[in-house]
């Protein structure tokens, strides 16, 4: 039943998407260019800790994989702010699994720049029986100042874990 409904959803979403697709908000998705670093990031098989940006420390639960973003502003007059990431994981026999990362302050990307984001770690992946992992990122955010209407946008790419 929660396979179905996340199928509903997605659904939904794709009819959302394509009614919507002569808007400003996908206007602003088209002029990003998102791909992982590295295309096909490894799946990691056993625990271990890392030091976190500000000097914590976390215990990552494999399996887990560790992935960069680099992203491209394609505008030449436009920057962009990012504020959402969300990683979804494709299972080939039980529902996706969700890693949303709120960015503690927006990711700024001038107009025409590329940026490499940092790691982000996704742990306790679900097994996947040896079979690659299908991952959806899906980014959010604004272009301009995000003041006026059709100034937010969403966009995504996907890649496999293997």
């Not at 491209?72 to 996706?96: A, C, G, H, R, T």
């Amino acid at each position: 039943m929660r396979y179905f409904i996340h199928l509903l959803n997605g659904l939904i979403l794709c009819a959302v998407f394509t009614a919507t697709g002569a808007d400003e908000p996908a206007a602003a998705a088209a002029q990003l260019a998102v791909q992982a670093i590295p295309a096909t990031p490894a799946i990691e098989k056993s625990d271990t800790t890392m030091t976190m940006p500000g000097g914590s420390s976390k215990t990552l639960k494999a399996p887990y994989a560790s992935v960069k973003l680099e992203i491209k502003n394609k505008s030449e007059d436009e920057p962009v702010n990012i504020d959402l990431i969300v990683f979804y994981i494709k299972q080939p026999v039980e529902e996706e699994e969700i890693y949303q990362f709120k960015l503690p302050e927006p990711l700024k990307i001038a107009a025409g720049e590329t940026v490499t984001t940092n790691s982000f770690y996704l742990d306790k992946l679900p097994d996947s029986g040896g079979a690659k992992l299908r991952v959806s990122v899906s980014i959010t955010g604004w272009k301009n100042t995000g003041s006026e209407p059709g100034d937010e946008f969403a966009t995504g790419a996907g890649f496999n874990l293997q």
